[in-house]
């Protein structure tokens, strides 16, 4: 086996992950913690500064329900996500979210986040529930928070550890274990609770940008389904595992569009100038009652532009060069001043890709587009699992202890494992948490986990044994490289092992082709889902035959067996939901109907540790009274 240095880190709470929801856990947890003398530990795979979703920062803040200034009420936020998500949402979850992220925006502001402000000092609104910042450093500022609450109670950050698989004990969480990616060495956490908060995944569908493109994709590719792969071998249940979530983009930079729909009021259109969500509003009818209520739930709105490009009428448009002269407009009879707010339209235009996307501004320059003259191209991505921003997928969790809710087994944020805690994208069925819920979901979390530790926190019982064979599993791609490295010409080409590569490209292939991915129009079926779990027994054989030429391959190796783990939980959710409720994010060709009277619940499912089966199963769905 490779060499290893086992490194064995005991702690009272482990965080795993360094992101938006994990930061907000290690703020809040770090207080707790150093009130009843326990140690907090936190885990990234990466640096926190630019880890994750947010790494290279945003242009707006997504959720902020401004109830200080009388804008909306917690109430309207439910609302809002209920008919976003076609009906299906834990709306306990979502309550409490929309309840603590105000406060959780105005501590950003305190550390040093710049949010708009208006003339009266108020803060400019991009849509009803967004904020417009300076985000260029959004996550540097999230973090130092983080770091300093740990630092301030004595906690400590790993950084460069990959984590794999969560250690459990009949039915409790006791730790995790993982690799640096940076030196040669295992490490074994052990703790009494674990709060998990690896993002979401990316990767695991056939992207648009292959080939010279490869890594371009809307969702950052660092987030591998780390999130689904802990929570389901942990044993942990299931929601939403259907829901992924597909943005309709600029085409290829993956530019972000709020700012045009919303900020700038832009129309999208078809190549032949129809404007599909008119042109195509009868569509929405057939998707009543969420059809028909606004906002239009963002699948919807997806799905017209998506019945243009069937009918032949892509490419699609955003029409930029409409909207900045129709803002530009009101300024016509005095031409400096229109020039004055043209340059400030155009400026705007810009910053928002180089606060987040700079990539969309460099294909832009490469193109000769000039936004306030000619329109440009938008299309739909390929999907993505973020459960925390427009998706659902994640773990099923109990609810707050203080809501009367149906969904409550113990500890806010808790998952059905004792112990282990989930956040962001990594919690399920409480989408449109963005970056500020998904931080004050971690905040809730973090003093949820700390009062189970106090009531009911148990020394680890850690297997040794379970251990050190997890430890020859993870290091195995590396032997195995080793062993047969020098049997072929080509290192690519071995019948002993496959690269992570290769193996990724088998996986997407899978998802695109059967699963409803860019190159089949979304669109699946059972048979074609059947014949995806055939193949997917094939890819399961050959994730042991994964072999890793150095630390980082063998990252990339984890990587894709999570991605493998996540898209079998994926295809086989969309089986068991027999009816179409999402389209625009897929399509049962099927079961093209959405079927109210016996698919209005959730989709749950559960690996079982024990034996390795699957179960699937429906969760009913519950409204807060009145609301
Ligand atoms: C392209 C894009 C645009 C967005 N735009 C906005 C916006 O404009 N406004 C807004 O409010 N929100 C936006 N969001 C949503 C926001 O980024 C997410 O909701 C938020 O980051 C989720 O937080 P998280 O903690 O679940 O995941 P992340 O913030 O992604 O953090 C995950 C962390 O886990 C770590 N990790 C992953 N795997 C492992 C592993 N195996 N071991 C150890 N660590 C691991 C990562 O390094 C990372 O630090 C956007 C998201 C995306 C992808």
């Known amino acids: 086996m490779a060499n290893f240095e086992t490194v064995e880190v005991s702690t009272d709470l482990l965080i795993v992950g360094g992101g938006f929801g994990t930061c907000g856990a290690a703020t809040e947890a770090a207080y707790w913690a150093k009130k009843n003398g326990l140690k907090v530990a936190m885990v990234d795979k990466a640096a926190l500064d630019r880890s994750g979703a947010v790494a290279m920062g945003l242009s707006a803040i997504n959720q902020y329900v401004g109830v ?54 108020k803060y400019v609104h991009e849509g009803r529930w967004q904020l417009m910042i300076n985000g260029e450093s959004y996550k540097i500022i999230i973090a130092e928070a983080a770091k300093n609450a740990l630092a301030d109670a004595g906690g400590e950050i790993y950084e460069r550890v990959f984590i794999t698989d969560p250690l459990v004990e009949n039915n409790r969480i006791v730790g995790a274990v993982g690799f640096s990616t940076r030196e040669e060495k295992f490490y074994v956490f052990k703790a009494k609770a674990v709060i998990a908060g690896m993002g979401g995944a990316v990767h695991v569908f056939r992207p648009r940008s292959v080939g010279e493109g490869l890594g371009r994709s809307w969702y950052p590719p660092f987030n591998s389904g780390s999130s689904a792969y802990f929570t389901l071998k942990a044993g942990a249940e299931m929601t939403c595992q259907e829901v992924r979530f597909i943005p309709v983009r600029f085409k290829d930079g993956y530019g972000p569009v709020g700012a045009w729909f919303l900020l700038f009021k832009s129309r999208a259109i078809s190549a032949e100038g129809g404007e599909y969500m008119a042109v195509r509003k009868d569509e929405l009818q057939n998707w009543a009652p969420y059809g028909l209520a606004k906002p239009i739930p963002a699948n919807l709105r997806n799905y017209l532009g998506m019945l243009d490009m069937d009918a032949g009428l892509g490419p699609l448009y955003m029409e930029t060069n409409e909207a900045i002269g129709k803002l530009a407009d009101q300024y016509k009879d005095d031409p400096k001043a229109f020039k004055k707010k043209m340059k400030e339209l155009e400026a705007e235009a810009w910053e928002d890709f180089l606060d987040m996307t700079i990539s969309q501004a460099i294909l832009w320059a490469s193109q000769n587009v000039k936004p306030e003259e000619k329109h440009s191209e938008i299309a739909a991505c390929e ?35 004792d112990g282990l805690f989930a956040v962001g994208d990594a919690s399920g069925a409480s989408s449109h948490k963005f970056s500020s819920g998904s931080h004050a979901e971690g905040r809730i979390a973090g003093k949820s986990a700390i009062k189970y ?11 040794t044994g379970k251990v050190e064979e997890l430890k020859a599993k993870i290091l195995a791609p590396l032997d195995l490289w080793a062993a047969h490295c020098n049997e072929t010409t080509d290192p690519e080409v071995n019948t002993n092992y496959i690269l992570p590569r290769q193996f990724m490209f088998r996986l997407q292939k899978i998802m695109d082709e059967y699963a409803g991915g860019v190159t089949s129009a979304f669109k699946t079926s059972k048979s074609l889902l059947e014949r995806a779990m055939e193949l997917f027994v094939f890819l399961k054989e050959d994730a042991e035959k994964l072999a890793a030429r150095d630390l980082y391959e063998l990252e990339r190796c984890w990587e894709n067996i999570q991605r493998m783990w996540q898209g079998e939980a994926h295809v086989r959710t969309i089986l068991f939901r027999e009816e179409t409720r999402w389209p625009g994010y897929y399509f049962r060709a099927d079961t093209p109907k959405m079927d109210e009277e016996n698919w209005h619940c959730f989709a749950n499912c559960k690996w079982d540790p024990a034996t390795g089966e699957w179960e699937m199963m429906k969760r009913d769905v519950w409204n807060i009274p009145g609301v």
């Open 453 to 463: 530790i106090v009531e009911k926190g148990a020394e680890p019982a850690v297997d």
């Open 383 to 417: 999907p993505y699992f973020i459960g925390s921003h427009s998706g659902a997928s994640g773990a099923w969790v109990s609810g707050p202890e203080d809501l009367d809710t149906p969904y409550k087994w113990g500890y806010a944020n808790m998952t059905t494992i």
């Open 68 to 121: 200080r200034d009388g804008e909306n009420t917690v109430e309207d936020y439910v609302r809002y996500v209920r008919q976003d998500l076609m009906g299906i949402s834990r709306e306990d979850l979502v309550y409490n979210i929309a309840r603590h992220v105000d406060s959780t925006v105005h501590l950003f502001e305190k550390w040093g986040l710049k949010i708009w402000t208006d003339e009266e000092g």
